[in-house]
DNA sequence: TCCACTAGTTCGAGTCTCGAAGCATCTTCC
DNA sequence: GGAAGATGCTTCGAGACTCGAACTAGTGGA
């Protein structure tokens, strides 16, 4: 059986991110954020231009119909403006509203605080980056 | 600002694993099975005594109503049976059918080929599950 | 102008998730 | 032994998530 190490390595994976959420999940309660809306929270940057839903969708592997459930959650909670593109009429670009950008902050923060992956030195957090880079580049 | 390379690793693990879901989501439907169900599959090691719903639910990061739930699907459909534990009788171990056994071993298959993952080396799957393991184990 | 195409929304149905309450079975302690 | 509490699981009900199909508005090419 030559998958055993690919097995593993996935699994791996899993866990870290399921542990992640895991963990997470009170700091996303007390914000009444749930797992979708948090990833969608998370996946709108503050430092870049802000995307247009069909961008997000793609980056949340997610439909259309779903971010437009997803992102009528933030906005109802103040945490997101619909934008209309100037460029092109029919595209609503996502941004963050002052309160989302400080919900976010707070919530990244978490994530950051209490993944599993925190334990890691600098050096190896790069190597991890590094591979998992390569194997998404392919 | 110190969390960069921890947020990049944190986006890296969630990306592959998404991915590897996005990727696999034809041969679970193939099968009827869901991304939840298919997770329980997943953890059901045929090599490993038959586990408890309380332990899979751990496993699995969810609760026992969940795991009800998702017992009955795969039940429903042939794959796992419910058996009391002769040792505690409130217990019951999930073992997997015939059935199950083979649909398991395809959806394995099929996640082994179609993760990202696959493209790396053993010598990087090795390092990279040994790296993962040491976050998880603190 | 017409027409095919694209971005997003609405609708309806199915799936998933979880707290609260209930049932059966242990375990503890007297 | 038997009551009292703990544990494993299920049921129920409500809310959240996901997606295909159909729809609206806007774009761009012939």
Same mark, same amino acid.
């Given at each position: 059986?030559?998958?055993?190490?690919?097995?593993?390595?996935?699994? !791996?994976?899993?866990?870290?991110?399921? /542990?992640? +959420? $895991?963990?997470?999940?009170?700091?996303?309660?007390?914000?009444? &954020? *749930?797992?979708?809306?948090?990833?969608?929270?998370?996946?709108?940057?503050?430092?870049?231009?802000?995307?247009?839903?069909?961008?997000?969708?793609?980056?949340?592997?997610?439909?259309?119909?779903?971010?437009?459930?997803?992102?009528?959650?933030? !906005?109802?909670?103040?945490?997101?403006? /619909?934008? +209309? $593109?100037?460029?092109?009429?029919?595209?609503?670009?996502?941004? &963050? *509203?002052?309160?989302?950008?400080?919900?976010?902050?707070?919530?990244?923060?978490?994530?950051?605080?209490?993944?599993?992956?925190?334990?890691?030195?600098?050096?190896?957090?790069?190597?991890?980056?590094?591979?998992?880079?390569?194997?998404?580049?392919?």
């Amino acid at each position: 059986m030559t998958g055993s190490d690919l097995t593993a390595a996935v699994v !791996a994976v899993y866990d870290t991110w399921m /542990r992640t +959420v $895991d963990l997470v999940e009170p700091v996303l309660a007390a914000h009444r &954020l *749930t797992t979708a809306t948090f990833q969608a929270l998370w996946a709108i940057s503050p430092d870049e231009d802000p995307p247009s839903m069909k961008t997000l969708a793609e980056r949340l592997y997610c439909n259309a119909p779903n971010l437009t459930f997803m992102t009528n959650q933030l !906005a109802d909670r103040g945490l997101v403006e /619909r934008v +209309v $593109d100037p460029s092109d009429r029919r595209s609503r670009v996502l941004v &963050l *509203t002052a309160k989302g950008r400080e919900v976010r902050g707070e919530v990244v923060e978490a994530v950051l605080a209490k993944t599993p992956l925190g334990t890691l030195s600098e050096a190896e957090l790069h190597q991890l980056s590094g591979l998992l880079a390569r194997a998404l580049r392919r």
